[in-house]
């Protein structure tokens, strides 16, 4: 149960830092854009997000570690997990590169 409600803690706090490095790129001044601000931005959301999701992978990892029968769960988390930061890396770097000024 307090497991449930960790890893569900932990996607909200994942979509809010997505949403919020979103918002921060599109509301970025010109002074702040011309200095790399909307890049930086998108660094230090996508360092929050891998932290975010070492916390995720390591509950996933919790949950069978003492099991008797192997469970393909933690494979498919790698495979959704690596997919879901390339698509949040390509939106993030894409919205921080791409839009105009």
């Known amino acids: 149960m307090l ?3 960790f890893l569900v803690s932990l996607v ?3 979509g809010v830092v997505f949403l919020g490095a979103i918002f921060l790129i599109l509301k970025m ?3 702040s854009q ?5 890049f930086f931005t998108a660094v230090a959301a996508m360092l ?3 932290w975010i999701e070492s916390k995720v992978a390591w509950v996933v990892r919790r949950r069978n570690l003492f099991s008797l029968t192997h469970s393909s769960e933690p494979m498919h988390y790698r495979v959704l ?3 879901a930061l390339l698509l949040a890396a390509v939106m993030l770097f894409g919205c921080a590169l791409l839009l105009p000024n």
């Open 3 to 5: 497991q449930t409600v």
């Open 12 to 14: 909200v706090v994942a």
């Open 48 to 50: 929050l997000l891998g």
């Open 29 to 31: 001044d010109a002074a």
């Open 81 to 83: 997990s690596v997919l």
């Open 34 to 38: 011309s200095q790399g601000g909307r």
